[in-house]
């Protein structure tokens, strides 16, 4: 149970940083905030199609990965959409407390997403 615990818990922050901060080309970041672009959807997309890997890896049914990843993402894409236009104006430079509040509010409630994923994976797999 500790060896499915940790692929999911590592597998899921590996996911996190590659989706987020490697492999976001500019028209994904570009197109968040504004329901009518691609950008944010895809990006969720990416998210979620590299959910289900790590789901798969962990053996997790094929049913729940595909109701967990749906739930994923929805709640990543609202979360983008609503740190975009809660944060419009707001730079690093400029702002930097408030900037990095809000950088740091949305990333802990993506981290509280993956937790709800685990523990939904663990259920699934009978391991609660």
Known sequence: MLTTILLLFVGLELKHYIADYFLQPQ???AGKGDARRVGGYAHAGFHALLSALVLLLASVPLVAVLAIIAAEFVVHYGLDFAKIRYSRGVTPDGNPKRFWSLHG?????HQLTYAAMLAAALLALGLS
Do not use: E, S, T, Y
């Open 27 to 29: 028209w994904m970041v």
């Open 105 to 109: 509010l949305d990333q802990i409630f």
